[in-house]
């Protein structure tokens, strides 16, 4: 049962054309080239390097074109590189600078409600995405997989919003950072700091996949210190009087009641790393900690976090809502907008390269040179840097509220896809005659635990139509403006609507019978169940502390 083929085994058109079995070996390169600082770096790289481990091997039939049906990107990621950006790759403005509106619009016991349902939801997610990411480490992450498992035109348009998504956030954020700085002096302009910041981007963009997952790194290790300071600060400071639940009785736990609650959900970059997946040698070994480091970011980091600012603050407190912190915090929030902007550039490029390579968009973004950058889709994100300058403008809000409602719901639409990816998927595997077993990493809950993920998502866009429909602070005086403000909330579902269809009528594709999914593609872990179980059995023989770590952070 462990060794049934798909008939389609290795026909890989669902997911763009099959590439020649010519491995690259970028070793051969000078220094400079593989790190990106020479004019040969720039070239296009001429194959895949077959970097990644396929566990099982014995059991492949064409072993080389194995190898050769990978991503075009360097598997360049260490396993330090992939956990950090699970521990810190959403702790940036969500915690620093928007926790502050969040308590004031929801209140304590609204934040802390609304970022459990939030957690729930992401480890759903991230569960799904981990078991589908360790068998398939694709190009395009859970963009790849929805064309594989869902529909190639609901695909399309995820894809786009997702990149467009990104490429919005990014000047945005170049912006927050200008603001930001400008907390120790006024004598410079904004759009000085907007261009320095931007150029301090491209620089980092030069470096590829490792002037990412470097930057990631140290700056999820300031994020995570200051956020750890913060709570032993929080805990055992030194204070006037005690203060207990004092601001959950007074002004009280909830500031708009239900709506303050529905109005202050989140959305974080989680799924950020099943994109890193494809560029890592061996995900089998260095996803499972990643993915169950979510658990750890949402508990520890977010929820008691949020917990203490609660304690300690009401409300109803008048600097929630302005104000500059101190100058170790302040310069945390800013290396953290310039980690929010190379993940922009990140996120945007990578899935931009897959929506080429599958056909969905010009097959000049699916350019990858020497040094394993994505050249052309990395320029298009940063060219939509500039857009921070119009924040300098008195119309620069209006713009920007109407740029980030065309994918302000795009973060649940991806997840919604992955959980249908990962539901779809288990179907798939079971009728084609596979067993679990062969898995190497197994969603936490099974396809329960992605139908939950499902439910929760589709509830969180309900509540998000209810707070556009019926704002807090009340409805707008006039149809029109009523209409307006829906549409600054919600403008994404319809634009993802037209998109989806717009795919349709392009490519003219279909959902695929659970029997007819292409289980081989892309796939690199072919153990058989016998073989998945002797290495599950050499595990249990472990002491108990091995065993309780191996549960709790790896697998």
């Known amino acids: ?82 956990q950090m950006i699970a521990v810190g790759g959403s702790i940036g403005t969500g915690l620093f600078v928007g926790s502050g509106s969040a308590l004031h619009v929801g209140g304590p016991a609204g934040v802390l409600i609304a970022w459990i349902l939030i957690g729930a939801m992401l480890i759903s997610v991230t569960q799904a995405l981990g078991e589908m990411s360790i068998l398939y480490p694709v190009s395009g992450g859970f963009y790849t997989l929805a064309i594989r498992f869902l529909d190639p035109s609901f695909a399309f348009a995820m894809g786009w919003n997702y990149v467009f998504q990104w490429a919005v956030v990014l000047p945005l954020e170049i912006t927050v950072a200008g603001t930001t700085v400008r907390y120790w002096t006024q004598d410079v302009h904004i759009a000085a700091w907007i261009t320095i910041f931007w150029i301090v981007l491209v620089i980092a963009s030069v470096f590829g996949t490792l002037g990412f997952a470097e930057e990631e790194f140290w700056s999820s290790c300031l994020k995570l210190l200051v956020v750890i300071v913060f709570i032993f600060i929080g805990i055992g400071g030194q204070y006037d009087s005690y203060l207990g639940g004092k601001n959950w009785q007074d002004p009280g736990p909830f500031a708009n009641g239900v709506k303050g609650v529905c109005a202050v959900f989140v959305t974080a970059g989680t799924e950020l ?36 600012i609660g304690l ?41 390269t897959a929506l080429a390579e599958t056909g969905y968009a010009p097959k000049i973004f699916a350019y990858v040179d020497k040094s394993s ?36 719901l795009s973060t649940l639409f991806t997840w919604l896809a992955v ?28 396809v329960y635990g992605s139908w939950f993920g499902v439910t929760l998502t589709v509830m969180v866009m309900a509540v ?92």
């Open 464 to 555: 998000q139509f209810y707070i556009a429909v019926w704002p807090i602070g009340g409805q707008a005086e006039t149809p029109m403006g009523i209409f307006e403000d829906f549409l600054s909330s919600y403008l994404a579902a319809p634009v993802m609507i037209v998109f989806w269809l717009v795919g349709y009528a392009w490519k003219r594709t279909l959902p695929k019978r659970a029997s007819a999914i292409d289980l081989d593609s892309g796939r690199k872990s072919w153990l058989s169940v016998e073989e998945m179980r002797q290495y599950r059995a050499e595990r249990k023989m472990a002491p108990f502390r091995i065993r309780l770590y191996r549960m709790l952070f790896t697998n």
């Open 312 to 352: 300690l603050i009401p409300y109803d407190e008048p600097r929630l809502l302005g104000g500059g912190g101190a100058d170790f915090v302040n310069a945390t929030i800013c290396v953290s907008v310039l980690s929010i902007g190379l993940s922009c550039v990140y996120a945007g490029s990578r899935t931009l």
């Open 373 to 408: 950058r994505p050249l052309w889709s990395v320029v298009a994100i940063l060219a939509f840097a500039p857009l921070a300058y119009v924040n300098v403008g008195a119309t620069g809000d209006l713009v920007f509220k109407w740029l980030l409602a065309l994918s302000g």
């Open 1 to 82: 049962m462990g060794h049934m083929r798909n008939e389609k085994a290795y026909d890989i058109t669902d997911i763009g054309p099959l590439r020649q079995a010519e491995l690259y070996d970028p070793s051969k390169e000078s220094k400079w080239t593989r790190i990106g600082l020479s004019w040969e770096s720039f070239k296009r790289a001429p194959g895949t390097t077959g970097g990644q481990v396929i566990a099982g091997e014995h059991n492949a039939e064409d072993l080389e074109r194995m190898r050769a049906d990978a991503p075009m990107l360097q598997q360049k990621m260490k396993p330090r590189h992939l």
């Open 419 to 446: 959980c249908l990816c990962h539901i779809r998927f288990r179907r798939a595997w079971k009728v084609q005659g596979h067993s679990v077993e062969e898995l190497p990493f197994q969603a936490l809950g099974g």
């Open 273 to 308: 790393v099943g994109l890193a997946a494809s560029e890592t040698p061996n995900p089998r070994e260095t996803m499972p900690a990643a993915v169950k480091g979510t658990f750890w970011r949402i508990t520890i980091i977010y929820v008691t976090s949020l917990t203490i």
